[in-house]
């Protein structure tokens, strides 16, 4: 069965400093790999996603993403961290779009001024 | 084009009584996705929908639960008799076919008193 791990459950960083949110999943194919955020009160917005191809991703706001197959790794990460980007992420894996998507346990994400 | 709405946003019930959640997809997208969030975890996938079928329940609690997506309105999901343990944000979203990102709306938070 798929299944996601987001090993930290919260990570604190300052503003400005670099960000790296860890991802692993166990998957018997090919997976679809997405990355989301959920603000406080709001749905979940997609950051970016993997389904072939480059293995380097480049979502919004900054954001991008690598997968590594031999680590069954898709790691998120942002040069430099603003303020706004104070949220929870979530790491999802699906057989492909139209299947139902299995959720990380989500990172939460503070940022120091 | 307005994103998937849900209404109501914030839905509180006395233990027993029934939860109805709406979901409108986006305009053109006719399949239909609901996960659960409780509180502290992740997202979990609980039905998947097309217009008047259902694709893939394998995440829907045998009792009280129930989904359906009509030809004409929004989808429901259908909650009797609830209990605390149903208190949770229920998030749906929404795709213009099966080989498509999923769509998220802002979520409904039921508490049951």
């Known amino acids: 069965a798929q299944s996601v791990t987001q090993p930290d459950i919260h990570i604190t960083v300052s503003e400005g400093a670099s960000l790296e949110l860890r991802c692993n999943y166990s998957?018997?194919?090919?997976?679809?790999l997405f990355w989301y955020v959920q603000s406080p009160g709001q749905g979940l917005q997609l950051l970016l996603k993997?389904?072939?191809?480059?293995?380097l991703v480049q979502g919004i706001k900054g954001f991008e993403a690598e997968f590594k197959r031999s680590q069954s790794s898709f790691n998120l990460r942002k040069p430099s961290v603003h303020w706004s980007d104070a949220a929870e992420y979530f790491c999802?894996?699906?057989?492909?779009?139209?299947?139902?998507?299995?959720f990380g346990p989500g990172t939460r994400l503070s940022v120091l001024p | 084009n307005a994103g998937v709405m849900q209404n109501p946003r914030h839905l509180v019930r006395r233990r027993g009584q029934e939860a109805r959640l709406r979901c409108s997809p986006m305009?053109?997208?006719?399949?239909v996705y609901w996960y659960r969030q409780l509180p502290e975890e992740g997202l979990k996938f609980m039905v998947y929908?097309?217009?008047?079928?259902?694709?893939?329940e394998s995440g829907m609690p045998k009792e009280r639960f129930s989904a359906e997506f009509p030809k004409e309105g929004p989808s429901i999901l259908r909650i009797q008799q609830v209990v605390r343990g149903d208190s949770a944000a229920y998030f749906c979203?929404?795709?213009?076919?099966?080989?498509?990102?999923?769509?998220f709306g802002p979520g409904t938070r039921l508490t049951v008193t």
């Open positions: 979203a929404s795709s213009p076919d099966s080989d498509y990102e999923q769509y």
């Open positions: 998957y018997g194919a090919t997976p679809y």
């Open positions: 993997y389904f072939s191809g480059d293995t």
């Open positions: 999802a894996v699906g057989a492909n779009y139209g299947q139902n998507f299995v």
């Open positions: 305009k053109g997208h006719s399949h």
């Open positions: 929908l097309q217009k008047e079928n259902i694709i893939d």
